[in-house]
């Protein structure tokens, strides 16, 4: 022990810098925020992650208490160490976050009263939490309380900034190229598509052999396009058979869509300037279910044995019952769907199918409208755009540079 | 008007879907929810215009004698019996909460209709397409061009590959099987898909901004 009276404060010093270190080394406790681009029913605790490995069994427990009742907190998340880092959550921190921060988003709010469920965070309500870190021996070390905290909805979702980028300039093109089309409509290429070209065949053979023409909806609502695109192709085909004079049914398993067919065929005999030809029971409401659907119209098929069937809209396990049906009794068979996983079967009966996208181009190509065309070149100008992302954010990946892959990535 | 009215509503609400979905806030997504449910309140009323064309169509049929007028009065018979076995549901009345089964155990006339009716018609219509693929396939798979012959390959690869008599034959079959369904065919329906996709949204703006107006019933 030193006498020297200069050595004693020396002492001192040394003392208070060793100290120091260990100070500093204390556990900093869990920062609390709202959580960003949310509607206002969740919080963000961040704390830091320990530079050495943490023993096996560790694990982290977070409660939390209205800011007003600190004390009576409630159970929001439970994880074992080595989870749950700032890189798991690319939409707050971006990515390559790594793993110096350990970033929990929680839900749920301290019960109302002892024993109630937990229920959901009130946005505009302050709260704070209470991080223990619980060793495999089951030792409960308590890290820390955060400073109180308000979640809040926020009006902007900020990682959906690239899709509402791609909208922009797939609109921005739409309007563009319309304007092209409405300077030049004859520079507006559209590449033939059997499948429509073959739409006179069919009702032209349903005339000569004086039978009816089926047109049968899909199982989808107004609401789906790919119904949309269907009730366009039926008012084109109903001034056809208007024109002639042909036996129609349309078939329909939505009442909806039954109504707009109505609709629909009406103004197109009236185009035609035959609506005394048209008959309220040419378009049927058979049933929503889909067996019952598909038995009434396979029924109506081999009674009447139609010339022509027409299959436009989504279409699932009846496709292939409706089509076989339909090739048995000898029918032209055109069909129409952006349903992937029914296309082999329309594929393997019908003489001509619509494929996804050919489908929804019906209407451009029958009507030759030059804004309806506008919008079937933004199509492939959009595909060609994407086809070159691929190609770039491939290459760009292989080599390590995953840039391009996480500016498309969907939140 | 008559045009014009629809035209302003698809606007405003096709706005509207997209620009919620930009929109996080419990506001915006309340209202959401709110126009979803009247969404689901109003196709509940059209249910009446369809079981209303139904019902008359077939008492048409049935009246005139028509071809196939057995068939309707089935239809009009089955129709009868399970709205008389709903209301009843189960001797409580139609403004009484769904009962299923009697105290009992044994099932409504409503419940007995739907599970020893409905379901194994259902079920049988579903059991045919084995053999419809059969006769689709019989018909259809024959190698007159390049691509059928490709697509005939493909098919007993696959179909050859997905039984265990596939693997029997050559543990390479399942292996291709699998490398066919995962490389070419998940290449060509993420192709469809994006095509679809993007015609999703140009339909979809061609309809909010008054271009596309077939819905309203003509040009």
Redesign the interface.
Known sequence: MPTNRRAAPALVALLVALALPAAARAEPGPVLSDYPDDDGKALLVEWPAPAAAEPAGTKYDIEIADADAPDRTGPAAKLPAGTRYAEDLPEVYGFGAGRARYAVKIDRAPPAAEGDAAADLTPGRSYVVLLTRIEPDGTRTTLGRSAAAVPKGDLFDTRKINNIVFLLLFGGALVWLTEQARRNPEGMFVRRIPGLEALDEAVGRATEMGRPVFFVHGLAGISSISTVAAVNILGKVGEKIAEYGTAFRVTNRDPVVMAISEETVKESYLRAGRPDLYRDESIVYVSDDQFAYAAAVEGMMVREKPASNLFFGYFFAESLLLTETGAATGAIQIAGTDAYTQLPFFITTCDYTLMGEELYAASAYLSRNPKLLASLKTMDAGKAAILAYLLAGALLTTLGVPFLRNLATVF | MKRTVPLIVAFTAGLFG?LV???????A?DALSAAVTW?RII?AF??????G??VF?HV?RVERRQ??WG?SAVLLFGFALMVVAGLYNGGTGPFAAEVNAYPDGTPTPMTWLFRYV?KP??AT??S??AF??A???Y???RARTVSAALLLTAALIVMIGRVPVGAWISPALPELTQWLMDVPNAAV?RA?????G??????????VFG??R??????
């Open positions: 997209c979905q930009y929109v996080p806030h419990a506001a997504q969404d196709a059209a249910a009446f215009l369809g079981i064309s139904l169509a048409r071809a196939g068939y409905l018609a259902s219509m579903f045919i397409l419809f693929m006769s689709a396939a018909r259809t798979f329906k469809i898909f994006l095509g679809t993007l015609g999703v949204i140009a339909t979809s703006l061609r309809i271009v596309e077939a819905y309203l019933g003509g040009d």
